[in-house]
């Protein structure tokens, strides 16, 4: 119940607190106020041999849920007049940076993850958990191909990947007073797993071959590098629309084109 | 508009379930990978080609780096001075973007095409993404960071200076805190 000590990096429209280990707790914008922390977690895949493997084509969790990796990260903030942005290091193969834009009323996650370790001969499928004090009741939100949302359920099915969906541009969810939205930069799936949270994956590493016709594992020996972005509002007002707007600009941002410079360019 | 064919061909292989879940070998990964990108390579000749039409400049002169999502451009590496960035907007609204270029560490002051001066910021990058050599083999360790605002296509001024300028007009400094 006790506020946790920390740093608060904000600018005109969005206040993000962190704690002393260096996580996310609270974000405030657009007027609201709500308790947000984020970690990145992974699902250790089932071992080759075993009913079910995850592959290509299957994610098979482990049913215990995902590990926990981080307990304390190190921080680099950088401000500026323009964008503050935050550096966060959870370990050798995860790291994020979160940035927020003057005159920008959204958060811009920017992670990076990988190569994902197997020295552990254990596949691994990593996401990232936002948790809020938004209580959804079940209930969450996911695009369809970017066009109409569709209601979702927690726990219609009782395994993790039952309740998995494809978020193509955003996933949702509120209750009568806030709205938790996060949009995706590429097709990813997705999920509401506990009260409040939400959660994307983001990067898979997987060993055995999942039998279902690929005839490979899903071993993904690079890096990835992404963005999460987070739209925290009151549950009241038509937001909705807001969202899509952004998501068409987040999808379609201005192409750049470099050279010297020359008279009369006007 | 045979190079735009190229890219509708290889966008229509794309709609294809494998090429958007990975939900296939590494090398037919890797296929898709070099059917898209030469196809976009097509495309930026273009699009160039359509600059060319509005500017006295060849098109060869016209360069679009496709990584700057890891912030690499050949372009912008080696201390931009004159550098002009024809900002094009395929939104059908106008719209206020923040763009980030890759630029070595420096003083730079940015211009809009009525010739005002726009705040700008040097971010440095990750030092995760700078550690990944073989991803990023160039020098920039900082992106200049500054809003856009575009109805179509708009342009900017990019010239390197040493900050003595005006200070407002020079690109500002990230301040830096570690905790």
């Known amino acids: 119940s006790k506020e946790p000590q ?39 895949a089932t071992k080759e041999g075993d009913k079910q493997t995850s592959g290509a084509y ?47 009323s959204r958060v811009e996650f920017e992670w990076l993850i990988g ?5 552990d001969r254990l596949g691994k499928e990593v996401v990232t958990v936002f948790s809020s004090d938004i209580r959804n009741q079940y209930v969450f939100h996911t695009d369809s191909n970017g066009r109409e949302m569709i209601n979702r359920k927690r726990n219609i099915m009782k395994e993790i990947p039952g309740n998995y969906y494809p978020i193509t541009g955003r996933i949702v969810l509120e209750d009568d007073k806030k709205r938790m939205t996060l949009l995706n930069d590429r097709a990813q799936g997705g999920s509401c797993l506990g009260d409040g949270t939400l959660e994307l994956m983001l990067h898979r590493r997987l060993l055995h071959d999942d039998s279902r016709g690929l005839g490979e594992p899903l071993n993904d020996t690079t890096v ?18 807001e969202e899509r707007l952004i998501q068409q600009e987040l999808h379609l941002p201005v192409w750049l084109f470099f050279s010297r410079s020359f008279l009369n360019v006007n | 508009m045979n190079n735009l064919n190229k890219l509708k061909q290889s966008l229509g292989i794309m709609q294809h379930h494998d090429a958007i879940t990975g939900t296939c070998k590494q090398h037919v990964v890797n296929d898709y990978t070099r059917i898209l990108s030469s196809a976009l390579t097509l495309a930026e000749h273009t699009a160039k080609m359509a600059l060319q039409k509005l500017t006295s400049l060849k098109t060869g002169q016209f360069v679009s780096c496709l990584q700057l999502n890891i912030s690499i451009c050949e372009f912008t590496q080696n201390r931009p001075n004159n550098l002009l960035v024809t900002v094009y907007n395929p939104l059908t609204r106008a719209t206020k973007q923040y763009v980030r270029i890759p630029v070595p560490r420096g003083y730079y002051m940015v211009k809009d095409f009525k010739g005002n001066a726009v705040k700008s910021q040097l971010v440095p990058l990750p030092e995760e993404l700078i550690a990944l050599k073989y991803l990023r083999p160039n020098l920039t360790q900082y992106d200049l960071v500054f809003e856009a605002e575009v109805e179509k296509l708009g342009h900017y001024h990019i010239k390197s200076t040493n900050g003595d300028f005006e200070s407002q007009n020079v690109s500002v400094d990230s301040e830096m805190k570690e905790l």
């Open chain 1, 6 to 44: 920390g740093e608060m990096v904000g600018n005109s429209l969005v206040k993000l607190f962190f704690d002393n280990n260096g996580f996310l707790w609270k974000v405030e914008m657009n007027g609201v106020s709500a308790n947000v922390s984020q970690k990145f977690l992974f699902y250790e």
């Open chain 1, 58 to 104: 299957i994610s098979a969790p482990l049913i215990q849920g995902a590990n926990i990796r981080s307990f304390k990260i190190d921080l680099k903030i950088y401000d500026g007049p323009l964008v503050k942005e935050i550096h966060q290091h959870f370990n050798n193969w995860t790291s994020q940076v979160i940035r927020i834009y003057e005159g920008v």
């Open chain 1, 115 to 119: 190569p994902i370790p197997v020295g």
């Open chain 1, 224 to 241: 990835a590098r992404g963005k999460i972005y987070m739209i925290l509002n009151s549950a009241d007002n038509d937001t909705a629309t």
